[in-house]
Structure formats: structure tokens, C-alpha cells
């Protein structure tokens, strides 16, 4: 008999437990929740920062925020991140950690940030500080050009240094590509005007270098650099002339795929500025 009562007792206590259980409120959204790895929601950073040698302002160029970081994975109502944005982290320029910025070479530049539970963040951007030009070509290349086909894609051409320029779109097609290209301008032993262009890291993972309109294909990147180096082939407007060659590797003993790899094909760009 006592038995009986004892697991009538427990079935009772056990219906009661079930029923608080069922009506008891979930937490509401605006309840911390345990927190995630931060993570960076927002950079306002480039990926790579490209000055000539002497010519360095890289931290006139940052904006005073750099990035944001959250914690939380909720959504972004009234916030960066979580319901309320209370978890959200900004990041300064003020905290970073700069390297070289006068030598010519590649590095970078970056900054830690941690949350309360010590789980940490990085950002960052690398910086290439180009070779001073000692002996500069005499005419000024940077500007807008047009390139002379039916499409007219447009080539911009920035100015970072004396004899020292930036271009976006060498190959002036529809899809540009986030990569920019160093392009330098020597005076050549008569006093004209002698481009450069070195064989650097396209968009694709492999080397994208500029050769002289009518160039033979197949041929290795020092062989390029010594022989066929691109063109400008008139001054009334400025304009260039240049086969888009590329490479397995920016190694001077590379040698060229002979076909279009990556956004371009192997056809003479002429450009007229603008």
C-alpha cells in the first residue's frame, strides 16, 4: 500500500514539474545570448595601398574608423550587430600597427581587437612602396584614356610619384578586376619618353605583364623587359600601344602562355587619352 502511495506521489509531482515546464515564457530576443567569434562587418580599408618611394601619406589616407566588429550573429536591427548593437566593436586608425612605409617593397599593416571572452580580430592591408624614379621620362602620363575600339573601355592612369604611375584596366576590357598595375616612365639615352612595365600578380594568381603591339608570344618575362616593351606611339593625344602577356608566376624565367588565361586575350591594346 505504501508503495502505491509513493508512486502516485511521484507521478503527481512529476505532472506538475511537466506543466511549469511547458508554460514557462522563452527568453525574449533583446536577452544576452552567449557570444559568438567576433567578426568584421564592416572595413573601410583597400586592399592594398600603392605609393611611390618618397611619396607616402598612408595615414592621411585611412579614415579615423577603420572597421567594425561584432560578436553577435542575431541581425542587424538597430545595430551593427545583436538587437540592441551594444556588442558591436569599432576600430580606430589610431590602433594600428604600421610597418615601413619609406623603404620600396612590399608589407603591410595591421590591428587586433578583443571581445570580452578574449577571442580576438584582425584587420589589415598590405602597402607596396614603389622605387623612386631617378631619371623620369619628360612627358606627363597620368589622365583618362579611351581605348580605340568599338567598346571604348576607359584606362585611368594616377600619378605617384615623378616618372612613377598607377593603372586600373590594361587590357581595356568590360571587367576591370581589382588589381592595380605600376607602370613607370624612363627617359630613354635620346631624351624620349621609355616605358616599364615589370611583370606583376594579375587577378587570376599568375603574372600579367605589358609588351610592345606586334610582340612575339611564348617568350620569357626578362625577355620581354630587354626587347619589347610597350609603346607610346604618339603625343598628339598621348597614346599607348600594348600587348596584355601572361604568366604562370612573376618570375623573370617565366614564360608566357601564348593564349588569354585570364581576362584578356593576346590582340594590341591602343589607347588615346582623353
Known amino acids: 500500500m505504501?508503495?502505491?502511495?509513493?508512486?502516485?506521489?511521484?507521478?503527481?509531482?512529476?505532472?506538475?514539474?511537466?506543466?511549469?515546464?511547458?508554460?514557462k515564457t522563452e527568453d525574449p530576443d533583446s536577452v544576452a545570448k552567449l557570444a559568438s567569434v567576433p567578426y568584421i562587418a564592416y572595413s573601410y580599408l583597400d586592399d592594398v595601398y600603392i605609393y611611390g618611394q618618397g611619396n607616402t601619406h598612408l595615414y592621411s589616407d585611412l579614415p579615423d574608423v577603420i572597421g567594425v566588429a561584432v560578436d553577435s550573429i542575431l541581425g542587424f536591427e538597430g545595430g551593427y550587430g545583436g538587437k540592441t548593437g551594444k556588442d558591436s566593436i569599432k576600430i580606430h586608425k589610431n590602433?594600428?600597427?604600421?610597418?615601413?612605409?619609406?623603404?620600396a617593397g612590399a608589407s603591410g599593416f595591421s590591428v587586433y581587437k578583443s571581445n570580452k571572452g578574449s577571442y580576438r580580430v584582425s584587420l589589415g592591408s598590405s602597402v607596396v612602396i614603389a622605387k623612386a624614379n631617378t631619371n623620369p621620362g619628360p612627358t606627363a602620363l597620368e589622365g583618362?584614356?579611351?581605348?580605340?575600339?568599338?567598346?571604348?573601355?576607359?584606362?585611368?592612369?594616377g600619378k605617384i610619384g615623378t616618372g612613377i604611375y598607377l593603372i586600373t584596366n590594361?587590357?581595356?576590357?568590360?571587367?576591370?578586376?581589382?588589381?592595380?598595375?605600376?607602370?613607370?616612365?624612363?627617359?630613354?639615352?635620346?631624351?624620349?619618353d621609355?616605358?616599364?612595365?615589370?611583370?606583376?600578380?594579375?587577378?587570376?594568381?599568375?603574372?600579367?605583364q605589358l609588351g610592345a603591339p606586334g610582340c612575339p608570344?611564348?617568350?620569357?618575362?626578362?625577355?620581354?623587359?630587354?626587347?619589347?616593351?610597350?609603346?607610346?606611339?604618339?603625343?598628339?593625344?598621348?597614346?599607348?600601344?600594348?600587348?596584355?602577356?601572361?604568366?604562370?608566376?612573376?618570375?623573370?624565367?617565366?614564360?608566357?602562355?601564348?593564349?588569354?588565361?585570364?581576362a584578356w586575350g593576346t590582340s594590341t591594346r591602343t589607347f588615346e587619352k582623353q
Open 95 to 103: 590602433e594600428l600597427v604600421f610597418v615601413d612605409t619609406i623603404s
Open 194 to 208: 621609355s616605358l616599364s612595365f615589370a611583370c606583376q600578380t594579375d587577378g587570376c594568381g599568375g603574372g600579367l
Open 217 to 262: 608570344l611564348g617568350l620569357t618575362s626578362a625577355e620581354y623587359t630587354a626587347q619589347y616593351p610597350p609603346a607610346i606611339t604618339s603625343y598628339t593625344p598621348v597614346t599607348f600601344k600594348w600587348v596584355v602577356l601572361e604568366f604562370p608566376s612573376t618570375k623573370p624565367t617565366a614564360v608566357n602562355y601564348g593564349v588569354g588565361t585570364c
Open 170 to 192: 590594361p587590357g581595356g576590357a568590360a571587367s576591370v578586376g581589382p588589381v592595380p598595375y605600376l607602370l613607370y616612365n624612363f627617359k630613354s639615352s635620346v631624351g624620349t
Open 144 to 157: 583618362i584614356y579611351k581605348r580605340n575600339n568599338t567598346a571604348g573601355y576607359l584606362l585611368t592612369v
Open 2 to 23: 505504501k508503495s502505491k502511495i509513493l508512486y502516485f506521489a511521484s507521478l503527481c509531482v512529476g505532472c506538475i514539474l511537466l506543466v511549469q515546464a511547458c508554460s
